[in-house]
């Protein structure tokens, strides 16, 4: 077997190397957006629980 066959060869684990690692960054940055948006989600509802709060205490 020649060179070329074992360069074609690094180079194909290389590709699906790289975009193992680029899928899996991808899967951390989508799990870190919907911790976020849960977040939001909670304070939000936090701010609402207060705000009837407060209203229910000036009755």
């Known amino acids: 077997m020649d060179?070329?066959?074992?360069i074609t060869?690094?180079?194909?684990?290389?590709l699906i190397y790289y975009g193992?690692?680029?899928?899996s960054?991808?899967?951390?940055?989508?799990?870190?957006?919907?911790l976020e948006e849960k977040k939001l989600e909670l304070e939000m509802k936090r701010l609402e629980l207060s705000k009837e709060y407060h209203e229910q205490g000036k009755e």
Do not use: Q
Not at 3 to 6: K, R, W
Not at 9 to 14: M, P
């Open 20 to 23: 193992y690692v680029k899928k």
């Open 25 to 34: 960054d991808n899967d951390l940055k989508k799990k870190e957006l919907e």
């Open 3 to 6: 060179m070329f066959f074992y």
């Open 9 to 14: 060869i690094i180079v194909g684990f290389s």
